[in-house]
């Protein structure tokens, strides 16, 4: 999740607690903890979802790690909404944001989606059970 604060510098984070919410009007949502230190940032919005690639661990891992380093030599590109886009992100999904419902220790973000790509080709990084996985090929199915 990147996003610019009030001084335009990039910030970022790795979530994984990623929706879709809603088809009409398109809603994505994101927890987060409250101790994430943009939390305000994100809560005031706009926001870009970027859906990292299998290949791209080390970017989730570098974005769940000191903040310094997060877009050191990073070349990101600007969203529409203005966000930093992470290179060779499989979708992204630019947001503003639509409202905030606390869940326990976390934040529950909800962002409008204002605008959409995705690489038809790429697949995505998969992190279950505590690690970082591929999508297995998906056996094929009776018509
Ligand atoms: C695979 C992975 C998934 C994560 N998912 C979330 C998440 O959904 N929500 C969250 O608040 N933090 C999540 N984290 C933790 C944050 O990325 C990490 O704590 C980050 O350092 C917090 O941001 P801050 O350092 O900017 O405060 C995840 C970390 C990893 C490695």
Redesign the pocket.
Known sequence: MTARDATGTP?G??????ASLSLDPPLIL????R????LAVFHAGPFAVNILSEGQQAL??R???P?EARFLELEVEAARNGCPILPESLAVIECRMESVVAGGD?DIIIGAVTSLRCHPEGRPLI?YAGGYNRLADAPPTAR
């Not at 994101?30 to 903890?33: E, G, M, Q, R, S």
């Not at 101790?35 to 943009?38: C, W």
């Open positions: 910030v984070l790795t979530v994984s607690a990623f994101i927890c987060l903890n101790d994430v230190h943009d989730s891992r974005f769940a790690g903040r976390h992190y």
